[in-house]
């Protein structure tokens, strides 16, 4: 897995033009990664008819949750996507809704594994990380996703995705800001994050 600090640096200094590069614009985003956890051994264990049919429903389950919040559904890597809350109009509750949207597919992947038990896949579940702060936006493509982002902030959400456990979904303080205190949270974990001077603060958000 990438480090947090292997994303595309903030100011890539684009050229003039007419181009994805002239339509690059700064702005505060809230960026949520949710990866299915132990992957591997499901894709082994279960049919691939099944395993296929299951992603879809992983897939829906996540495009409800994230556009019901105004969130996009940015890019499907792998075994896992890519959100973006905040975009194109940021707001100071974006942390919060990525929050309710992740917390809703964990939710719903869990309610899938009872259909699941006999095809192997019975401790279905996903696993998230949630990081916002500044970024460079510009418009995407097939590679890069809706939208191209530019800077730390995917690096370190995708980096959190990584080190939370099965169903464990963690975010950084700083997403929140003062809605932390609307979710049941385990307390504050301190994490050294490779290219940030400080460690991050860390909550694991349980409800």
Do not use: K, M, N, W
């Given at each position: 897995m990438p480090d947090a600090d292997d994303a595309a640096p903030?100011?890539?200094?684009?050229?003039?033009?007419?181009?994805?590069?002239?339509?690059?614009?700064?702005?505060?985003?809230?960026?949520?990664f949710v990866d299915l956890s132990d992957s591997t051994r499901l894709s082994g264990v279960m049919e691939a008819e099944t395993f296929a049919a299951m992603l879809d429903d992983v897939k829906r389950i996540c495009?409800?949750?994230?556009q019901a919040r105004r969130g996009i559904l940015n890019q499907f890597q792998g075994d896992g996507l890519q959100a973006v809350f905040g975009h194109p109009a940021p707001t100071e509750h974006d942390g919060q809704h990525a929050v309710e949207a992740a917390l809703e597919i964990h939710a719903g992947v869990r309610a899938l594994r009872q259909?699941?038990?006999?095809?192997?896949?019975?401790?279905l579940s996903v696993h998230?990380?949630?990081h916002a702060?500044?970024?460079?936006?510009?418009?995407g493509d097939d590679m890069s996703g809706h939208?191209?982002?530019?800077g730390p902030v995917p690096g370190i959400a995708k980096h959190l995705s990584d080190?939370?456990?099965?169903?464990?979904?963690?975010?950084?303080?700083e997403s929140l800001g003062p809605d932390l205190q609307q979710f049941d949270c385990e307390p504050t974990r301190h994490l050294a994050i490779k290219g940030r001077a400080q460690p991050l603060a860390v909550r694991r958000i349980l409800a």
């Open positions: 903030l100011d890539p200094s684009p050229p003039g033009g007419t181009g994805p590069a002239a339509l690059a614009a700064r702005t505060h985003l809230a960026i949520l495009r409800q949750a994230i259909g699941l038990v006999a095809a192997g896949a019975g401790d998230s990380g949630l702060g500044p970024a460079l936006v510009r418009p939208l191209e982002l530019f080190l939370a456990l099965a169903d464990e979904l963690l975010a950084s303080e």
